[in-house]
């Protein structure tokens, strides 16, 4: 197994990293014609990394004698299965899908316990991310609150200040919205040149969910907030960090954000906020305040301590860019991706992931070549505001090194821009938003991966 496939294990540059005349040399390379490969599974497998999914051979050859599987029945089809699932409570996967998990970020911000773990985006099918393997970013660890007890105070420039149980959020009337939550710090540790081996670790800090609860213009409209002269909110958290952060009025008015109580038809898990949550569409994950209990209205931002130390952009001129909660248009291949390996040439569903915290995406073109051509591909349905998109497209692959990238756009016509377009606005010191195209180097013996364009 080679070492770089190892989870967690962080590839430094520059050996992963390939300029523009280095492209030519990859495209170039792979004359040696055609090799018969031995059929493995990811690089990562024996570490516990995901199966991957699409290793069809091109010209399967017929099992001689023909196949066990299907000449033999097997015990499944004579014997009596389990009763309802129901004897254990809740469902749970396959035991064959064990392998399928989030897993724990290597570094970021620590405290006694691990404080991230990314999404296994490789594995994943349609845009919904299963309650049980959406990503996790906890300031002070997580807490299982009991919800009978839980109480949000809403106060500042209303009527009347009040205090809310949470019977009393769940007594109004709610909806239910699709919505893509994104940390600020996703893909960041490649503004440092260090390339991660899969996409869990490049992009994994993104998940999709069905939320649900009750629009906060609701309840500010309720105390009688002034919805004229307060421009600001300020979401206050229960957890030991009592996480502060500033949401913009113009949101709220927008009736976008929500008091999330529900995720994917249940309650929200303990390490997403149960049992109450800000859901600010667009924005980065870390103003969607877990385990609410305070609202306060008023007329300026706060520059609490989250705002004015953390989540802020250094800037090529050494000022920092405070307030840039806004998650731009962004797209990541996800099969192939790095840690895969492709089994032979042939056909292949590229497939991957798209958004933008301005709406809707409306176009992702693929590259095969490193950015030199882009085709079209194929958004599959529904396409929602503020939410992921899978696409598709089909890819023949024939034996040789190939770089594939995806661009996507939104209906704002924001275009997702390269590492040399971003870099020269943001420069290279940057930790949050982190939108450049990714880039997959698919080498000639079937393994992915990561490298940058420079």
Known sequence: MPNDSIPGRLIKAPENFLNREGIST?????KRGRRDFIARAFAAAAAGMAAPSVLAQSNPVPTEGGDSNILNLPEHSKGLGQG???????????????????????GLTQTTQASVSFAPLQSLFGIVTPSGLHFERHHQGWWDIDPSKHRLMVNGMVKAAKVFTLDEIMRLPAVSRFHFIECGANTAVEWGNVAVPTVQYTHGMVSCSEFTGVPLITVLEHVGADLKNGKFVLAEGADGSSMTRTIPMELIKSGE??????QNGEMLRPEQGYPLRLVVPGIQGVSWVKYLRRLEVGDKPWAAKDEAVHYIDLMPDGTHRQ??????????????SGGQVLLDKGFYNITGLAWSGRGKVTRVDVSVDGGRNWRAARLQTPVLSKCLTRFNIDWAWDGKPAII?????????????????????????????????????VQESGEVKNVQLS
């Open 323 to 336: 307030y840039s909660g806004i998650q731009e248009c962004k797209s990541v291949v996800t099969t192939p």
């Open 84 to 106: 309802v699932a129901a004897n254990d409570g809740y469902g749970k996967p396959s035991k064959f899908e064990s392998n399928v998990q989030r897993r724990a970020s290597p």
């Open 257 to 262: 954000v929500l008091l999330a109580y529900g």
């Open 405 to 441: 990238q995806s661009r996507a756009m939104d209906d704002t016509g924001f275009v997702q821009p390269n590492y040399g377009q971003l870099r020269a606005v943001r420069d290279t010191r940057s930790i949050y938003h982190n939108n450049a195209i990714q880039s997959w180097l």
């Open 26 to 30: 990859v495209i170039a390379e792979g």
